[in-house]
């Protein structure tokens, strides 16, 4: 069955840096839409960064561009979450998750919408003091 198992969360202080990867097994990983999800506590849980695995396009909400990439190793098996320049505001539980691609009509992209990832992982926790 679909395995995500996140790690590298921790705490750092503001400004630092933090990576954090997602380990995916129990299907192709390849051809998919992969994201990185946080929730705080008591906020709704929020699409961070999103990468399409086999062609590598990313997508980021307004709030982390420029700060966090997303990347994927496909011989692992493996996304990355690149976390720079943290704020106290990026503290939350981050989760990784498969999802599907989606047809925007002008061609296919991968979603920032949590309803659109139907496999997640535990989570890893971040704390920016």
């Known amino acids: 069955q679909v395995q995500l198992v996140e790690s590298g969360g921790g705490s750092v202080q503001a400004g630092g840096s933090l990576r954090l990867s997602c380990a995916a097994s129990g299907y192709t990983f390849s051809s998919t839409c992969m994201g990185w999800f946080r929730q705080a506590p008591g906020k709704e849980r929020e699409g961070v960064a999103a990468i399409y695995t086999t062609g590598g396009q990313t997508y980021y909400a307004d709030s982390v561009k420029g700060r966090f990439s997303i990347s994927r190793d496909i011989a692992k098996n493996t996304v990355y979450l690149q976390m720079s320049s943290l704020k106290p505001e990026d503290t939350a539980m981050y989760y990784c998750?498969?999802?599907?691609?989606?047809?925007?009509?002008?061609?296919?992209?991968?979603?920032?919408?949590?309803?659109?990832?139907?496999?997640w992982g535990q989570g890893t926790q971040v704390t920016v003091s």
């Open positions: 998750a498969k999802g599907t691609r989606l047809d925007g009509g002008s061609g296919y992209y991968c979603s920032l919408g949590v309803r659109w990832y139907g496999y």
